[in-house]
């Protein structure tokens, strides 16, 4: 991890900066969060103006954007041009993730590097599954070869199905495919009936925040206000609903992050579980900010 770092900063020696782009993204507000990975503060009018802004404090650097997770094109346009690149973006090169393989156009000159299936011996590793283990094909069915699905399962058997075997974990998973056929939202609600009344209700109120931010945890904390906050983060981050990194920006803070999966999952079970559902959770919200 060292080399490929200290590797990436002779690449790139004026800086990384990165943002998840998500389904529903604010641009607006992603716009400015590069800029300020690069020290520009002033604030942004709107989109025209961060794309304006981003190609003159980027002109003349030698730095990596990473976009990640691009739904549209017209998304991925508001960050960089596609079409024709200013001769002084030469040294800036933009590495974005996607789902999409015809996201961009051939002609815009973008380099496709697409990932394979994982392996099962890819997939055992993450379930935590010795290899020869009878139940690995049906698990790995069941978990459509997701990375994230086979995280969540392995991290659940090690949390609570230590003394059951992989057959009864896979029958559970088994039980919800007709009713869940996404792969990740069915791991995560087999998980979720592991976790505390208390910890499960902390979860589901993060159904009032929008997709793929990145939530500060003192300010989640003093928000949500929960009593075991910070255990209840640690444990949805063991279980992989949740993501815990420092900021981009170098500023050490770490803040969370929920996977659209894992936020489609709360959204949908506040509706369900919770009295008002996620109308009432966002009243709750407003007045646990008043009161911070």
């Given at each position: 991890e060292g080399e490929a770092s200290t590797r990436l900063q002779d690449l790139f020696p004026e800086g990384v900066a990165y943002?998840?782009?998500?389904?529903?993204?604010?641009?607006l507000s992603l716009q400015a969060s590069l800029l300020r990975a690069f020290g520009s503060l002033r604030p942004l009018v709107d989109t025209a103006d961060g794309y304006a802004r981003?190609?003159?404090?980027?002109?003349?650097?030698?730095?990596?954007?990473v976009l990640d997770d691009v739904w549209e094109v017209g998304h991925l346009e508001l960050f960089t041009p596609l079409h024709m690149r200013p001769a002084s973006w030469q040294g800036v090169a933009i590495l974005f993730t996607t789902r999409f393989a015809s996201l961009a156009p051939e002609h815009a000159g973008v380099q496709q590097l697409k990932l394979g299936e994982l392996t099962d011996g890819e997939a055992s590793s993450l379930l935590g599954m010795p290899e020869g283990e009878s139940t690995l094909a049906q698990l790995v069915r069941l978990c459509a070869r997701s990375p994230l699905a086979l995280s969540i399962v392995g991290a659940m058997r090690a949390l609570d199905f230590a003394n059951k075997s992989w057959n009864d974990l896979s029958k559970e998973?088994?039980?919800?495919?007709?009713?869940?056929?996404?792969?990740?939202?069915?791991?995560?609600c087999v998980s979720a009936r592991g976790l505390s009344e208390a910890c499960r209700r902390?979860?589901?109120r993060l159904a009032v925040f929008p997709d793929d931010v990145l939530l500060p945890v003192p300010a989640l904390m003093t928000i949500l206000g929960s009593e075991g906050a910070g255990e209840f983060l640690l444990e949805l981050g063991r279980r992989h609903f949740i993501r815990v990194e420092a900021a981009f920006s170098g500023s050490g803070s770490e803040r969370v992050r929920l996977h659209d999966l894992s936020l489609e999952?709360?959204?949908d079970t506040a509706s369900a579980e919770l009295p008002g559902g996620e109308v009432s959770l966002h009243?709750?919200?407003?007045?646990?900010?008043?009161?911070?």
């Open positions: 943002a998840t782009v998500g389904q529903t993204p604010h641009v981003l190609l003159e404090v980027l002109a003349g650097r030698r730095c990596l954007i998973l088994s039980a919800l495919e007709s009713k869940e056929p996404n792969a990740v939202k069915r791991s995560i902390f979860y589901l999952f709360v959204k009243k709750e919200l407003l007045q646990s900010y008043g009161a911070s």
